[in-house]
C-alpha cells in the first residue's frame, strides 16, 4: 500500500446534487430509494465522509472526484447493509494504518455486513473489526464495492458507472463520457431527446450505436434517478 499524495491533476468538480443522482443512478432500485443530497450531507455532518467535507454546507458548493468516490462508496456500503457504526470503524483504521485522507478511494473493498473487507498482501482484512483476517473462501459470498481504476499512487483514478461510460476528473471536467473519448454522454443525450436518431449521431461522432446506446443508457438512469 502506498500513501496518498496530493494531485496536480484535474480533480473534477461536482455538485452534491448531481452526485447523489450519480450515486442513484448506479444502485440497484431497491436499496436506498430515497437517497438524496440530505443524506450526503448527513454522512459529511457525521464524518462518516471525513473531515475533508465537513465544510460544505449547502448544494451549490462543488466537491472532487475523490468526494464523489467516497461518498459513492459509502453509499454502496449502506446499501448493502453495512452500518454507520462499522464505516467509521473501517474509515478511522485507514487512515491510522495508512494515513490516506480519503480512505474509500485508496483501495478496492468488498462488504458482507457486518464486515467491510479489503485485501492487504492478498490476504483478505476485515477492516471493520480492526484488522481480523477472513479465510479466502468468504471472498465467494462478498458484495464487490468498487468499479474503479486506480494510479501508481493506489488512488482512485476512475470510475465506470455504467457499460461503456467512464468518469475521469482528468476529461471533461469529470463529467460522464463514452469510454475511450471525451464525448459527455449528456450531449448525446440532449440530441437524442431532440429527435436525432443514432445512425444520424453515429455519423456526427464517427461512433458505433452500441457506444451511443450505452450513453443513451446511462443518460435514462440519471434521468430516473431524478424523477
Known sequence: MTTETVSTKCTGAYSVYNASLYIRATLDSG????????????????GLASEYLTGIKNAHRLITFKDLISLRIIAAMRANGIKAREIRIAETE????????????????????????????????SVSR?????????????VPIHGLTFDETDSAKTWTPHGGVLINPAVQFGNPCIMGTRV???A?????????????LAFMYRLKKEQLENAIGWERRVQEAAA
Open 184 to 186: 459527455p454522454t449528456e
Open 188 to 200: 448525446i443525450w440532449s440530441f437524442h431527446r431532440s429527435g436525432d436518431d443514432l445512425d444520424t
Open 130 to 142: 480492526y484488522w481480523q483476517s477472513a479465510m479466502e473462501f468468504i471472498m465467494e459470498y462478498v
Open 31 to 46: 436499496k436506498l430509494p430515497h437517497l438524496n443530497t440530505r443524506h450526503l450531507f448527513y454522512w459529511i455532518r457525521e
Open 94 to 125: 485507514l487512515k491510522k494504518r495508512f494515513g490516506w485522507q480519503h480512505p474509500f478511494t485508496m483501495a478496492q473493498f468488498w462488504a458482507s455486513p457486518p464486515d467491510i473487507f479489503m485485501r492487504l498482501e492478498g490476504v483478505p482484512m
